[in-house]
């Protein structure tokens, strides 16, 4: 039978830039925004990957394709995410008893539009390497296949039936026999990006110096952007290239807490 061993050695390297510019708190709001700049290359990415059918990258490959050529393995980390960008921001309104606005207002006006506070959180990222498997022409009985690559990768993005061709699969083709495909173990395709913006608003409502109640409402992807899952990564099926799922469109959730 087929048997196989694993053993941990592979190797990896990550280089990246990464800022930070950040805001204290003061008159009533605070913030940061992060940046990375990263790259990161490994000839075995691991064994388990990333699975699901809203997920954003493919699981690699669990085995190097030609066992006696680790090397050629050589490819961008599965989860190389080029340009990350995440801020957040908490924002206490400068309206009510106390504050820059209606200072004075009566605890009544206070009660409608005092002690209110407004929470953003943006998360954009581009895309990620995709693997590409099939292809098996080699007769190793490799567990890990991949076609040839004939050149650069175009993205149509084109709609039908079936749904969203993501990438072009003129791009690759099957492999002589008694070889092993030259594409990369991860890539040259990349996947679709993630942009979210997620958004709460909250009013307090003091009862004493130590207890408060809070009405919020949190807005979870608020203008509703689709951030599209992984295509069909399989050479030689007849979706090859499709995305045809999505994650999670725009969720709205209301909570009421009492801090003590």
């Known amino acids: 039978g087929n048997v196989k061993n694993t053993a941990s050695a592979g190797n990896m390297n990550y280089n990246a830039l990464q800022a930070v510019l950040q805001k204290r708190y003061g008159n009533g709001l605070e913030g940061q925004v992060s940046y990375t700049y990263e790259k990161c290359m490994t000839n075995d990415d691991g064994y388990y990957g990333t699975w699901g059918t809203t997920t954003q990258a493919a699981p690699s490959g669990n085995y190097w394709q030609n066992l006696y050529n680790p090397a050629g393995d050589y490819a961008r980390c599965y989860w190389d995410s080029t340009h990350i960008i995440s801020a957040y921001a908490v924002y206490e309104l400068p309206f009510g008893r ?98 979210d913006v997620d958004i709460s608003m ?25 951030n599209f899952a992984v295509p069909n990564f399989s050479f030689g099926t007849p979706t090859f290239g499709v995305i045809n799922s999505s994650q999670d469109a725009r969720q709205l959730q209301f909570a009421l807490k009492f801090y003590f």
Request: glycine fraction near 12%.
């Open 98 to 195: 106390g504050k820059q606005f209606g200072h004075d207002m009566p605890e009544a006006a206070n009660a409608v539009v005092g002690n209110w506070s407004i929470n953003p959180i943006v998360s954009w990222h581009t895309g990620f390497p995709l693997t590409i498997s099939g292809g098996n022409s080699s007769g190793t009985n490799s567990p890990e296949n991949r076609p040839n690559c004939n050149g650069p990768v175009s993205y149509p993005k084109t709609v039908s039936v079936q749904g969203m061709q993501w990438f072009s699969p003129g791009a690759f083709s099957q492999p002589a026999a008694g070889t092993f495909g030259d594409c990369p173990a991860q890539g040259p395709v990349i996947g679709p990006g993630y942009a």
């Open 202 to 226: 909250q009013k307090n409502f003091p009862i004493t110096e130590t207890m408060k109640v809070q009405f919020r409402t949190d807005f979870l992807n608020l203008f509703n952007h689709p």
